[in-house]
T-cell receptor
Framework: DAGVIQSPRHEVTEMGQEVTLRCKPI?????LFWYRQTMMRGLELLIY????????DSGMPEDRFSAKMPNASFSTLKIQPSEPRDSAVYFC?????????????FGPGTRLTVL | AQTVTQSQPEMSVQEAETVTLSCTYD???????LFWYKQPPSRQMILVIR??????QNATENRFSVNFQKAAKSFSLKISDSQLGDAAMYFC????????????FGGGTRLMVKP
């Protein structure tokens, strides 16, 4: 298996532009997580899907952020409009099930820079 | 809300020696799970070890072991016979029971291994 796939690996954009980050979970996994990692705030959970349904989005910073999971093999995280403070590494992770023994497998992350 | 604190931003260890990374957490729950993740320079998050709060026995995975002190809400990671490949960021994480598979991460400790 190729693991969790994220694209792009790096994204540089200008303030005000729309940014879309993509994630393909491991085949068969039914839970998907989006995290943001910054020096100031560390690694934060943004949103969590189970069976394509958003379960907890309390970590989404504000209305500029939205996430979708139209099917079991694809998810997007969109920022519109982007701001410099959104610069971070965004990770997607997936797991088979919701139990504590269902290890979360992380993708390589997308490094986003907003100028 | 649960918080996870790693008080050591950086640690260093001589190759082949032993190092202990600290983690404390705050929770009112009695049933939960604790994890240590490794993030090497490649950015890939890798699960190192898992501990169930209801188990008194400390988890061990080869050269990695934990010292779980439930009353003190402490969960340290011991790396024995340190190797150059152990150099990475290490994150402590907490998951309460019946919370899907949502993780709360500490701020991380950067471990340097000296040859």
């Amino acid at each position: 298996d190729a693991g969790v796939i994220q694209s792009p690996r790096h994204e540089v954009t200008e303030m005000g532009q729309e940014v879309t980050l993509r994630c393909k979970p491991i085949s068969g996994h039914n839970s998907l997580f989006w995290y943001r990692q910054t020096m100031m705030r560390g690694l934060e959970l943004l949103i969590y899907f189970n069976n394509n349904v958003p379960i907890d989005d309390s970590g989404m910073p504000e209305d500029r952020f939205s996430a979708k999971m139209p099917n079991a093999s694809f998810s997007t995280l969109k920022i519109q409009p982007s701001e410099p403070r959104d610069s971070a590494v965004y990770f997607c992770a997936s797991s088979l099930g919701q139990g504590p023994y269902n290890e979360q497998f992380f993708g390589p992350g997308t490094r986003l820079t907003v100028l | 809300a649960q918080t996870v604190t790693q008080s050591q931003p950086e640690m260093s260890v001589q190759e082949a020696e032993t190092v202990t990374l600290s983690c404390t957490y705050d929770t009112s729950e009695s049933d939960y799970y604790l994890f240590w993740y490794k993030q090497p320079p490649s950015r890939q998050m890798i699960l190192v070890i898992r501990q169930e709060a209801y188990k008194q026995q400390n988890a061990t995975e080869n050269r990695f072991s934990v010292n779980f002190q439930k009353a003190a809400k402490s969960f340290s990671l011991k790396i024995s016979d340190s190797q150059l490949g152990d150099a990475a960021m290490y994150f402590c994480a907490y998951r309460r029971n019946n919370a899907g598979n949502m993780l709360t991460f500490g701020g991380g400790t950067r471990l340097m291994v000296k040859p």
